[in-house]
């Protein structure tokens, strides 16, 4: 079982998902999001969306940040996105915020993706077998981080939109 304190975030879970050679630039301290338009509209729409919430940027531990939690019957983890292109990075961002606020007691089973610009949401639940996939997610993920060159261009269509091109094709 991976512990927590091995300072895995989800920004590191959900680069796994997309690409494993922006994951390990990501984990050696190249962070190109700054300067990327794209993630900067990105934040601001994290930012202003839902300022009414009372739980916001809720920390769990000593690196992860949650956009919003809400406690009613049952706790739920929310996430806020620009759009919905890499929407399986984002349903396995929140499954590892549930995951790790498992881990620390929290009983949660529900998570909402929201991406407010097209007012759509979309609901993520966890269970067992998901577990699993993060535990061997996170495994590699500290095998990437460990390797001493980045892994290959993987040269989808995305990669011209992503703050890395520079890194992989100039």
Not at 14 to 41: H, P, Q
Request: hydrophobic share 40%; net charge positive.
């Amino acid at each position: 079982m991976i512990m927590l304190d091995e300072r895995i975030t989800g920004t590191q879970v959900a680069y796994y998902m997309v690409c494993k050679r922006k994951l390990w630039f990501f984990t050696k301290g190249i962070e190109m999001e700054n300067s990327n338009d794209s993630v900067i509209i990105g934040k601001v729409i994290s930012q202003e969306a839902f300022k009414r919430e009372k739980y916001r940027e809720v920390v769990i531990g000593e690196t992860i940040k949650v956009d919003f939690i809400r406690i009613g019957k049952e706790i739920v983890v929310h996430e806020v996105k620009k759009s919905r292109k890499m929407e399986e990075a984002h349903i396995w961002q929140v499954k590892f915020y549930m995951y790790s606020l498992r881990k620390f007691g929290v009983p949660v089973n529900m998570g909402i993706i929201h991406y407010p610009k097209i007012m759509k949401k979309m609901e993520v639940t966890f269970d067992s077998e998901d577990e699993k996939k993060i535990e061997e997610s996170l495994s590699q993920i500290n095998l990437i981080k460990n390797l001493e060159f980045p892994p290959a261009v993987i040269n989808k269509p995305f990669c011209k939109n992503c703050a890395y091109y520079e890194l992989c094709y100039v």
